[in-house]
């Protein structure tokens, strides 16, 4: 049995209602089962969902504060005020800071722009950058993605006689206090009348673009798209319609920075998808922020000039390398303290990490991939030796909201904010300690034994023979993919290997061919290589991954990209002929395995075995011993086969499903003195039962008696005498054959009954499996174990 990587989450099948949708919306059943498992029961609403266009955007006036917003940017843009737009680092931001500057050239404002250094001033709004506007002689600061809980900052911007509208999508504090500003725009205020409250800042950009030129800024959905994209907003709602408008924008008329950064992330424009913004576009954009500042990728995106946006693309595309080399790096760091701080017994439900000279602006990314590596919540945070400031970002797993459990120990920071998944923060390195042992305690309170294992749900369980060329191809209809909306997830079940390699330059990757019913399939797993060895072909597998089109030299076909994969069945490595049983359990032992049993048929073997490789992190374990099995393996070493009953049934246990056994090697003892073992034994099959109760049938009644008919019954089927016996006397226990006395007849017209009904059956047949075990093939082996695995 091979247990699963991940917790799966398959849907409650509805069939009738996957049929109906099918129907009216002409979609194939990949497509309806999604729908289904999404929870779009009504066909009206699920076509809704698939042809998301304009019409669906909201009026922006329904939010909170846009007519005022709107009011004072018109009135600082015909008094001819110096507006300044407050944006931040981030994707988001610069997305937002690049609307905005598209926005108010359009109406003829005069303004500028003021991105936060990341490392020197950090996120939101400052006092320091608030007298540089005051300076400058600004009157109007419009915050673009932030804002919603400078509450401070707002009131000295106040007292340097500037106003200040804020646009934001964060949460507002959580002691419900807001700033003091002329106008805040923010569908998440409490009492918002928006119907959609998933917007980014981007998003909400284009939502005042709309409000203050009349009509949907369609031009402008380039920008937002990537905003809502990049900041893993839910592709639903109108988020939805933002992205499709965004995407149809970008792959026909895109903009000099958008080409330009496409070509740095070796792509084209016309093949953008939400999936190549993730992780082509975004990365570079946020590089700079991350690294230097991110004017340069406000600057790319309002670039004129396709030569001043290559140099800027290229740029970008170098901070992109030099900050994936230093995340490299860092998370090495990490991981190495973290093992530390386990090996001192401080083993965390919640990873803390600060470290000196780490880059806060890399902070989320080597947080997340601690997250992806040990899969509990990550908080990495860099130490400013001369402040004794940590600034820093988190991320979480399902079911630890960051943004609620920062919260509870919100008096230990400066300041920090975010969302259910992610967050950033400042603390002082003298409260580092006390944050990790309060946020150590949440999760203990918040989360269950199941939450430590990761999730993956999957919208349909279905067969190769649904998974057409043309079915999967409809699944485009769906996007674009993302938060919210991730890619359709199947599973598919029963699957028979047909053959098993591994790709890459260091056998990284994984490559299946599968078949189910007479059709075949290509799988391919990345990263998951090392499973090669234990995919053996004729083996039966689930697996679990999306469904696409292959694309090569002009053929289309179906293939699965797999996330993980199960099986109930039980690997067996047979080795008896090995003939140095001690140097073959030494080499395995060298390999480590986590979860290694090894089990020796005698006392002696057991003492040896634990002299020579005791040492190791098997469990060393004998037949005899007599404790229970608790132990959960996955690979168990026989040292030798039982050859009594008593052994057998030890055995039995610790082939039990309970015990989530993967693979058993299994070497000879008979190599190591156990002395010679007897002739084989067999046992009748059920035609051979069938052929002796034909010879009871034709003879009618006899006496059973030492000499006589069961005697002529064995010589004339060549059992022995104690099988034929042993046949009769489960035809007795079956109803097959009356017995008064010594006498014995066939019944006339016996019941239905298998064999296995027979306890008498049964008990022989175990006897003759234990005398002839260790003389079975390796196919036999596995399927006697198999047997038992599977109980």
């Not at 007519?67 to 610069?94: L, M, N, P």
Request: hydrophobic share 40%; glycine share 8%; with cysteine.
């Amino acid at each position: 049995m091979k247990l699963s990587k991940y917790r799966w989450s398959l849907p409650v099948k509805n069939d009738p209602l996957e049929a109906e949708l099918a129907e009216r919306l002409g979609v194939s059943r990949l497509v309806s089962g999604v729908l289904v498992a999404r929870q779009w029961h009504s066909a009206e609403e699920a076509e809704t969902f698939l042809n998301a266009s304009e019409q669906q955007l909201h009026d922006p006036f329904l939010l909170k504060g846009m007519s005022v917003a709107v009011s004072r940017i018109t009135q600082a843009i015909e008094a001819g005020e110096h507006i300044r737009v407050y944006g931040d680092y981030d994707v988001d931001g610069v997305t937002s800071t690049a609307l905005m500057t598209r926005l108010l050239t359009t109406l003829g404002a005069r303004f500028d722009t003021y991105i936060p250094h990341r490392h020197k001033e950090g996120y939101g709004m400052n006092e320091a950058a608030i007298d540089l506007a005051a300076d400058a002689g600004v009157s109007l600061i419009v915050t673009v993605d932030n804002g919603i809980s400078a509450v401070r900052q707002i009131a000295y911007a106040a007292e340097r006689g500037i106003q200040v509208v804020v646009t934001d999508h964060h949460e507002p504090p959580a002691s419900g206090e807001l700033p003091d500003a002329v106008a805040i725009v923010n569908p998440k205020q409490e009492d918002c009348p928006y119907p959609f409250k998933g917007l980014c800042g981007a998003g909400v950009v284009f939502k005042l673009a709309h409000a203050m030129l009349g009509r949907p800024v369609l031009e402008y959905a380039d920008l937002a798209a990537i905003g809502t994209i990049a900041d893993l907003m839910p592709l639903i709602g109108e988020n939805r319609v933002i992205a499709r408008l965004g995407l149809a924008q970008l792959r026909r008329d895109p903009v000099p920075g958008i080409r330009a950064l496409a070509k740095a992330s070796g792509t084209k424009p016309e093949e953008l998808t939400s999936g190549r913004i993730g992780f082509g576009l975004a990365p570079r954009l946020n590089a700079g922020g991350r690294l230097a500042h991110a004017s340069g990728a406000v600057q790319l995106l309002i670039a004129a000039d396709e030569a001043e946006a290559m140099s800027l693309a290229t740029e970008l595309d170098e901070l992109n390398l030099e900050r994936q080399a230093l995340v490299e790096t860092t998370v090495a760091e990490a991981d190495a303290m973290w093992k530390t701080l386990n090996a001192d017994g401080r083993n965390r439900n919640v990873i803390v990490l600060a470290g000196e000279g780490w880059n806060a602006g890399i902070a989320g990314l080597v947080a997340s991939k601690l997250v992806e590596r040990y899969y509990r919540p990550a908080i990495i945070l860099a130490i400013d030796p001369d402040t004794g400031k940590c600034k820093g970002s988190a991320r979480s797993i399902d079911g630890f909201n960051l943004f609620e459990a920062l919260s509870e120990c919100a008096e230990l920071m400066d300041h920090f904010g975010g969302h259910t998944a992610a967050a950033g923060l400042t603390i002082s390195w003298e409260n580092v300690e006390s944050l990790s042992e309060r946020l150590h305690a949440l999760a203990g309170e918040w989360l269950t034994e199941e939450d430590w294992q990761p999730k993956k749900r999957a919208d349909l369980v279905c067969t190769l023979a649904q998974a057409t060329l043309d079915a999967v191809d409809q699944l485009a209809r769906l996007e674009p993919f993302g938060n919210g909306n991730p890619t359709p997830r199947v599973v598919i079940q029963g699957l028979t290997v047909r053959e098993s390699r591994t790709l890459g330059k260091e056998n990284t990757h994984l490559k299946l061919s599968v078949e189910q019913d007479g059709k075949a399939l290509e799988a391919i797993a990345f990263g998951m290589g090392a499973d090669q060895a234990k995919l053996v072909p004729g083996m039966r597998i689930d697996v679990l991954g999306e469904l696409s089109v292959n694309e090569w030299n002009g053929s289309r076909k179906v293939q699965l990209i797999f996330q993980d994969w199960r099986t109930n069945e039980l690997r067996l490595v047979d080795r008896r002929k090995d003939k140095d049983v001690w140097r073959s359990l030494s080499e395995l032992t060298a390999e480590p395995v986590a979860g290694t049993a090894i089990l020796c048929g005698s006392a002696r073997h057991y003492q040896e075995a634990v002299d020579k490789v005791g040492h190791t992190e098997a469990e060393v374990r004998s037949y005899a011993d007599g404790r229970p099995v608790t132990e959960r393996w996955t690979r168990l070493i026989l040292l030798g086969i039982p050859d009594n009953e008593k052994d057998v049934e030890h055995l039995s246990d610790w082939l039990s499903p309970v015990r989530c056994g993967e693979h058993v090697v299994v070497l000879d003892q008979s190599h190591i003195g156990s002395g010679n073992v007897g002739a084989k034994e067999s046992f009748p099959d059920r035609s051979q039962f069938g052929a002796v109760y034909g010879l009871f049938k034709r003879q009618g009644t006899w006496l059973d008696a030492p000499e006589g008919f069961l005697q002529s019954v064995a010589h004339e089927t060549g059992w022995p005498l104690a099988t034929v016996r042993m046949m009769q006397d489960v035809f007795i226990e079956l109803g097959f054959i009356t017995a008064q006395g010594s006498t014995r007849q066939v019944v006339a017209q016996p019941p239905r009954s298998e064999l296995d009904r027979s306890a008498r059956y049964r008990r022989a047949l175990q006897s003759a499996e234990t005398s002839r075990l260790r003389h079975m093939s390796a196919d036999e082996l596995r399927s006697w174990m198999h047997r038992w695995h599977l109980a």
